[in-house]
């Protein structure tokens, strides 16, 4: 006989028995009786509480104004995963707390639980209900996301980049380019996502998807805006130090304001910056240089209407004579203003504008000093 089997055969025989009470004893005796399926009173208290989760989680509007064909069904698939994850959630931790709760040592026990030997049937149970559950929501979530992204007739392409801070669009069939994006309502958007040197998320909440933007690859995702209004493209992978200045504006406008903007745009691209023209023509291709680059999203310019404060603020900026400024522009890394990390501009603006385009960004930052 071992000593536990020894010591409970003592505590039998003086009437203590186990922690609940043993025979001789009625209080006790009623007390073990009343407790000897707990389980059933954990699983109630679990249920109540999953119920109780269920309508706080389904109450909460999770998510901004909806932008696309798409929104609905994403929101639908968001409501049947807390339906599901909940329950499961609240059972399990209402056990685990009840169990921790009601099944404590009492104080001064310092011996060993009672040896038992684990359920087999309900670990088959709380292993395969479990499986079965994520099975169904996954091939749920793949449907919804095969029937999103299956390709539509009149689709319209866009090229999407991002870089250490700012976002820049190509229509490439329209052979337009804008740091703005603008949709036409009601037209299926096919999105060609890239990314010039980290990695970013292309992200605007209202339309719901997002897709990494990765370096050497290009990823993809459709969408239908069906909204007319004004959102913002947020980047959702943190990608440096003015990853939070990273937004740019997304427009959805009717067709025939699409298409004027479009035309706009083609008489924008084609005009250039004419390098001798007087000073008001260079100060307006200029502040349209500087706003398709992105650059108010780190810098400062009331001119522009910008408070960006990743990068030096152009409204005072140390040096006011073109050969300085040219050079930041192209070269940034080489002469960093103190206070201000290195590395963080792009350094591929001599690629990336035309001599035109460089010529009328530095006069328009000339212009904004005066």
């Not at 990390?341 to 010529?359: A, H």
Request: hydrophobic share 40%.
């Amino acid at each position: 006989m071992t000593d536990w089997e020894r010591e409970r055969e003592d505590e039998a025989a003086v009437g203590h028995g186990s922690e609940y009470g043993g025979p001789g004893h009625p209080e006790e005796d009623a007390r073990f009786h009343g407790e000897r399926h707990p389980l059933a009173r954990m699983i109630a208290i679990g249920v109540g509480a999953a119920l109780i989760g269920i309508a706080i989680t389904l109450l909460i509007d999770w998510f901004p104004a909806q932008g696309d064909t798409a929104a609905d069904q994403i929101d639908t698939v968001y409501d049947v995963l807390l339906i599901c994850s909940v329950p499961v959630f609240v059972l399990v931790m209402t056990i685990a707390i009840y169990s921790v709760v009601r099944f404590r040592a009492k104080p001064g026990d310092m011996g060993d639980g009672p040896p038992i030997h684990g359920n087999t049937r309900l670990e088959i149970i709380w292993v395969t209900i479990p499986f079965l559950m994520v099975t169904a929501l996954a091939a749920y979530g793949w449907i919804v996301l095969d029937d999103i992204e299956a390709k539509k007739p009149n689709e319209l392409v866009v090229q999407v980049t991002g870089q250490q801070f700012a976002w820049s669009f190509e229509y490439p069939e329209q052979r337009v380019s804008s740091t703005e994006l603008v949709l036409p309502e009601g037209r299926p958007i096919d999105f060609r996502i890239r990314s010039r040197d980290v990695v970013h998320s292309f992200w605007v909440p209202e339309f719901r998807l997002k897709s990494d933007a990765v370096p050497g690859l290009t990823t993809k995702i459709r969408l239908t805006p069906d909204g007319v209004g004004r959102y913002q493209v947020v980047c959702a992978e943190l990608c440096g130090i003015g990853h939070s200045t990273m937004r740019q504006l997304v427009r959805v406008v009717p067709p025939p304001a699409f298409n004027a903007w479009l035309d706009r745009r083609r008489q924008a691209d084609g005009g250039g910056g004419g390098g001798g023209g007087g000073g008001g023509q260079a100060a307006a291709d200029g502040e349209a240089v500087f706003n398709e680059n992105g650059c108010g999203s780190c810098h400062t310019l009331s001119e522009a209407g910008t408070n960006g404060t990743v990068g030096p603020d152009l409204d005072n900026i140390s040096q006011a004579d073109r050969a300085y400024i040219e050079e930041s522009i192209v070269d940034p890394n080489a002469d960093v203003v103190q206070g201000f990390p290195r590395d963080v501009m792009p350094g591929n603006f001599r690629e990336q504008l035309s001599p035109q385009q460089l010529d009328a960004l530095v006069k328009y930052l000339l212009e904004a000093q005066k």
